[in-house]
């Protein structure tokens, strides 16, 4: 099955930006999608389709995709970014949904 | 306004069944993907599967095909995730989710969770 690897852990300072990257095989080739889940509460959609936001999501927050890794980025941390933030994507080889491990975003 | 309002908190024992809700609102429930995901204490995010209502498409995880019935009905855009012998590692928060209608796309919309404790 399809595996997306992430960081356990990403540190930044305050006003800084932040690099969350999700491993995979040729996933350049599929729509990534992030998930940030703040601690006691749901997950929230952040990023779909590699790069677009939903309606109310600051325009702080990016993604890309290329090659064997897709990245999550955000510009200008402030202290409520701290959470957990998941990447996922579709496996069309077994028509299966996948999560990454997880990355946690701490703000110093 | 999309809302997936989920059942309370469950406390059970092992070997006991258990049927939890999720009750959607908002957008044509026949028209989108509903499913579960589950966040065992601790850990990541896992998907479990989910349903189309329009036709009662079923699709799962093979991790957790066989081990749990996923259902909905229409009448009530309510959706199901049901266990029919609850082991101590079915312990977790349940997350009722919508998915986009592209194929590949995200889950767009996320219930507030259902915490299931089984322990003896």
């Known amino acids: 099955s399809y595996v997306l690897t992430q960081p356990p852990s990403v540190s930044v300072a305050p006003g800084q930006t932040a690099r969350i990257t999700c491993g995979g095989n040729n996933i350049g080739s599929k729509s990534v999608h992030w998930y940030q889940q703040k601690p006691g509460q749901a997950p929230v959609l952040v990023v779909y389709d590699n790069s677009d936001r939903p309606s109310g999501i600051p325009e702080r927050f990016s993604g890309s995709n290329s090659g064997n890794t897709a990245t999550l980025t955000i510009s200008r941390v402030e202290a409520g970014d701290e959470a957990d933030y998941y990447c996922?994507?579709?496996?069309?080889?077994?028509?299966?949904?996948?999560f990454g491990g997880g990355t946690k975003l701490t703000v110093l | 306004e999309v809302q997936l309002v989920q059942s309370g908190a469950e406390v059970k024992k092992p070997g006991e069944s258990l049927k939890i809700s999720c009750k959607g609102s908002?957008?044509?429930?026949?028209?989108?993907?509903i499913g579960w995901v589950r966040q065992m204490p601790g850990k990541g995010l896992e998907w479990m599967g989910f349903?189309?209502?329009?036709?009662?498409?079923?699709r799962y995880s093979p991790s957790f095909q066989g081990q749990v019935t996923i259902s909905a009905d229409k009448s009530l855009t309510t959706a199901y995730l049901q266990w029919s012998s609850l082991k101590a590692s079915d312990t977790a928060m349940y997350y009722c989710?919508?998915?986009?209608?592209?194929?590949?796309?995200?889950?767009?919309?996320w219930g507030q969770g259902t915490l299931v404790t089984v322990s003896s």
């Open positions: 996922q994507v579709w496996d069309s080889s077994g028509d299966h949904r996948v």
């Open positions: 908002g957008y044509s429930f026949t028209n989108y993907w």
């Open positions: 349903i189309y209502p329009g036709d009662s498409d079923t």
């Open positions: 989710v919508t998915k986009s209608s592209s194929w590949s796309g995200p889950f767009e919309y």
